[in-house]
């Protein structure tokens, strides 16, 4: 990989963009970029769950926008206010391809308010980070890790998120040099 493209849909505030290329870089060591894309989310709506297809918008994104890059070597990643699904799962925080080049993160569930508590952007940044950099990690081959700390352990409920470092453990980080 020689670039990450970072897409903002339906305008995350830019404090949320702007976290993410210094830990990007330092995670992944490659460039990263912001770009716009135009899409509308509605097409990924189900009506019957009120939430909308994680995978249905990878595959939107891979095949609309990652697959038209002149350039090789780009690692997408949707950053996206809604909520996601996957049909097995009653919500997930974000998708990727594993070892390929699409990824998706939503914040919809990160922030504290969600959950009866005072507005924390520190942490919602922190969370959304850990997120970002768990869901490239898999795009980057690395697949989820027993290891608590790890940022490549899965995670179900925010409290998870909070457990984890923003950082890859030794294996993950060995890993990921290998894959790089
Ligand atoms: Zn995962
Ligand atoms: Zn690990």
New binding site residues.
């Given amino acids: 990989m020689k670039a990450i493209h970072l897409l903002p849909l339906g305008g995350p505030g830019p404090d949320l963009v702007d976290a993410l290329p210094g830990p990007l870089r330092q995670a992944f060591r490659i460039r990263v970029e912001t770009h716009a894309f135009g899409l509308d989310p509605e097409q990924f709506f189900d009506a019957g769950r009120g939430q909308y297809n994680s995978t249905r918008l990878l595959m939107h994104l891979k095949s609309h926008y990652a697959a038209l890059q002149q350039e090789p070597g780009i690692c997408t990643l949707a950053i996206v206010p809604f909520d996601l699904f996957i049909p097995i799962l009653t919500y997930v925080f974000g998708e990727a391809e594993v070892g390929g080049n699409v990824a998706v993160v939503s914040y919809h569930r990160l922030a504290p308010e969600r959950y009866g508590l005072p507005p924390d952007n520190p942490l919602l940044l922190a969370r959304f980070v850990k997120e970002v950099v768990h869901e490239l990690g898999h795009v980057f081959s ?1 697949i989820h ?3 608590q700390s ?4 899965s995670s179900s409920y925010v409290e998870d998120i909070d457990l984890k470092e923003g950082s ?6 060995a890993e990921l040099a290998l894959r790089s």
Wanted: hydrophobic share 50%; net charge positive; proline share 0%.
């Fill in positions: 690395l890790c027993s290891v790890c940022v490549m352990h890859f453990c030794r294996a993950c980080a």
